[in-house]
């Protein structure tokens, strides 16, 4: 039943004084939170987007009105800068295709099971495992990972090998810092869309002869797209903006957009190359935004 | 009655590979502060609780751990009660805007961190109002990262969400706030709860923020254990972390005793 049938069934006196928050005072609910997102969120952003258009100039922090494309063209003119926004790129995209074949499972395994209780522990299970700190996740790779660490600690012990694997402080060992960290948003956003294909589609292919893995090839794994499709951006954007992985797995080696921004500034006091490079990331992940939009429309011929 | 689901083996094997990959680490952090040695080794070298007394007695990990904790608790104050407000009239308003209201809400989950820090820093140095570096400063960047995330779970629940109940309220005589709090919010108080919970924990692990925001002496628990990690592995950070884990898992099951976890993230796909 739709608000506008309801609306009319309600009484008179009623509908004249009306409610709390309903039509005209409706409205004040939503003041604060836009106030404060105006004012620092959309402000602020405009003022960095300010900075990054500016006459660079070092140790000065904010923006005075220039329009240039200097840092831009600084940005375009020396491949170590140029090469890092395509080293973010790949490693976002090689950490959601990692993380879209390794969350995909455990998904379906999450929606599909009805038992409550292992059904509520592995979402307690996954839910943590999200809202966990991630720097506390990484000392725990780190500690697994590192040339004394577990592995190597104890291959090395063994005489199964001479020298440390190298298997963190370089691009692996970012991506699998990166999908550790990724992986429980892949796993949220496929719990919905498989759950809501009825699982009669199915029992439908299935009764007509297909076998258990066309079944799910030909009906559910077409239907997930969408969502297989926003958790892919979610773990792009969340893999290209992260500082802390990038510094901790990669060890100041593998130079992302992130650590480049973070040691200009702080190393450098080039604000307003800093800025360049945060709007090279975020029109990064705008992009990436874009790209999902059109792919996903393309897949569900405008459904979605 | 339908039977019960039966699983491919493909599914059993690669659920339990995302496990081992969510959960290594984590078991890790757990031994590496409950080992009685000087670093962890494979195999392990016993138990003992020396590392999580030495936490206990750290000059920079506890007051770190404190300093999160009391960040946190402010902030999810505030982005509770905001996002609820929000929430309630983005799911309720058939205004213009709404769609575009809800974007700009959401977006601060795709700005990184490390540039919403900036942003933040920048504007507070040129509008010079005082909150650069300042704990002010620090609660507004986390009241912006975890606001979404409120609204994201309180709209959830507010989807089919019956209005007339409310109006029933109102016919029999409540007055609107009354029939407002007896009412709807009485209804989606669970996942209030649960919002609030969400950035609770999210504002207590947020690293990314405080590189421009925080100061030496406004460390949280996260950027103690970054600093500490750039130079060594010391149990006394795991030992932290142990309680840093107790806290997340404690809530998540309080979470999960509020609302259907499974129902509400198939709702709350965070959209933009």
Request: aromatic residues 12%; without cysteine; charged residues 10%.
């Amino acid at each position: 039943m739709s608000v506008e049938t309801l609306e009319s069934n309600v009484s008179e006196p009623v509908r004249r004084k009306g409610l709390a928050f309903h039509r005209d005072r409706l409205w004040l609910l939503v003041v604060p939170m836009t106030l404060f997102f105006v004012v620092f969120f959309a402000f602020p952003v405009l003022i960095l987007l300010a900075d990054a258009f500016d006459k660079p100039t070092a140790g000065r922090v904010t923006p005075h009105g220039d329009f240039v494309l200097t840092n831009f063209i600084r940005f375009f003119s020396f491949p170590q800068y140029y090469n890092s926004a395509l080293l973010t790129i790949e490693i976002a995209v090689v950490s959601s295709i990692i993380a879209a074949i390794l969350g995909y499972p455990l998904a379906y395994l999450i929606a599909k099971l009805e038992h409550p209780t292992w059904n509520t522990v592995l979402m307690i299970l996954v839910l943590a495992s999200m809202q966990l700190d991630g720097v506390i996740r990484l000392y725990g790779m780190m500690v697994l990972l590192g040339d004394n660490g577990l592995i190597n600690g104890t291959l090395i012990r063994w005489h199964y090998i001479d020298k440390p694997l190298p298997l963190m402080y370089n691009v692996f060992g970012v991506i699998v810092g990166t999908v550790q960290i990724t992986l429980p948003f892949m796993v949220l956003s496929l719990i919905g869309v498989i759950r809501g294909i009825s699982p009669s589609f199915e029992e439908a292919a299935r009764s007509l002869g297909a076998s258990p893995w066309r079944a799910f090839r030909t009906i559910t794994l077409p239907l997930t797209m969408p969502g297989l499709l926003a958790g892919m951006l979610l773990v792009f954007a969340l893999s290209s903006s992260s500082y802390v992985v990038a510094a901790l797995m990669g060890g100041w080696k593998v130079w992302v957009l992130p650590i480049h921004i973070f040691e200009r500034i702080s190393n450098s006091g080039q604000w307003q190359f800093g800025a360049a490079l945060s709007t090279i990331l975020f029109v990064i992940n705008i992009t990436a935004v874009f790209i999902y939009l059109a792919v996903s429309s393309r897949m569900t011929g405008g459904r979605a | 009655m339908r039977e019960a689901v039966r699983f491919h083996w493909l599914i059993w094997v690669g659920s339990a590979a995302a496990l081992l990959v969510l959960l290594v680490p984590v078991v890790i952090v757990v031994m590496a502060g409950l080992t009685a040695g000087e670093y962890l080794t494979f195999p392990p070298q016993g138990l003992s609780l020396r590392w999580v007394v030495t936490f206990l007695r750290s000059p920079t990990f506890f007051p770190a751990y404190l300093f999160s904790l009391e960040l946190a608790l402010i902030t999810t104050a505030i982005s509770s009660v905001m996002g609820t407000m929000a929430a309630v009239y983005l799911t309720r308003s058939q205004a213009k805007g709404v769609a575009a209201m809800r974007g700009l809400f959401m977006s601060p989950i795709i700005l990184p961190g490390l540039v919403l820090g900036l942003a933040l820093y920048v504007s507070y140095v040129l509008t010079n109002i005082g909150l650069a570096r300042t704990f002010g400063g620090l609660l507004v960047g986390h009241v912006l990262v975890t606001s979404p995330f409120v609204l994201a779970t309180v709209s959830a629940s507010l989807v089919g969400f019956d209005i007339s109940l409310e109006e029933a309220a109102r016919s029999l005589g409540a007055g609107p706030l009354q029939a407002f709090r007896l009412v709807t919010l009485k209804i989606i108080q669970p996942a209030v709860a649960a919002g609030s919970i969400f950035a609770f924990i999210i504002s207590f692990g947020q690293f990314d923020l405080s590189l421009y925001l925080g100061t030496p002496n406004l460390t949280g628990l996260p950027y103690a254990m970054y600093i500490s990690l750039r130079y060594k592995f010391e149990p006394t950070a795991a030992a932290a972390g142990i309680f840093a884990i107790a806290l997340v898992v404690l809530s998540m099951a309080l979470s999960s005793r509020l609302v259907n976890l499974t129902r509400l993230v198939s709702n709350a796909r965070l959209r933009w």
